[in-house]
């Protein structure tokens, strides 16, 4: 049979005394403290998930890219005057 949790706490506190009760009631205490529980994605600045961030995450685990970052390296390549098509 399923209790809901109110019972089981009411059925733990009755058998098992003393310390274990006490800490029983702090945590019914906290839980009725939480107002809203939400998924955040750390990585993303919004809280997002995205695959295309955790694709970009595994590749930057998977491949080692540190010599490609250097100081002015991509702005310096997205300014060259280059024809439209080659």
Aim: hydrophobic content about 45%; some cysteine; overall charge positive.
């Amino acid at each position: 049979m399923v209790f809901a949790p109110t019972l089981k706490i009411m059925f733990v506190r009755r058998f098992i005394p003393g310390l274990v009760s006490a800490f029983l009631k702090s945590v019914e205490r906290l839980i009725g403290q939480v107002e809203e529980d939400k998924l955040i994605w750390k990585a993303e600045k919004n809280g997002v998930y995205s695959v295309k961030n955790s694709y970009g995450l595994c590749v930057e685990d998977l491949v080692d890219t540190s010599h490609l970052r250097r100081p002015g390296y991509w702005s310096d390549i997205w300014h060259l005057k280059v024809p439209p098509k080659l």
